[in-house]
């Protein structure tokens, strides 16, 4: 899965809260506030967050905004 977007894999929506595509952790305050270090506890052995970041489309990174 490496080098596509794990939030396009899943369908995931463009606007509203962001949700870890793994997990389905909402969260909470402005966008993906938190994602690193959730990533980092959680899902480093799928993939290391860097590369996880890299390869989010720019829609699923900003929204629809």
Known sequence: MAGSCRCCAKRM??????????CG????????DGIDAHWR??????????????TLCERHRR???
Do not use: M
């Not at 929506?13 to 793994?22: I, K, L, S, Y």
């Not at 952790?25 to 993906?32: E, I, K, L």
């Not at 506890?41 to 290391?48: F, G, I, S, Y």
């Open 41 to 54: 506890a959680k899902h480093q052995d799928l993939e290391p967050y860097s590369e996880f970041w890299s």
């Open 13 to 22: 929506p463009f606007d509203g809260a962001r949700t870890c595509p793994e």
């Open 25 to 32: 952790h909402v969260f909470a305050g402005n966008g993906w």
């Open 63 to 65: 929204g629809t905004k």
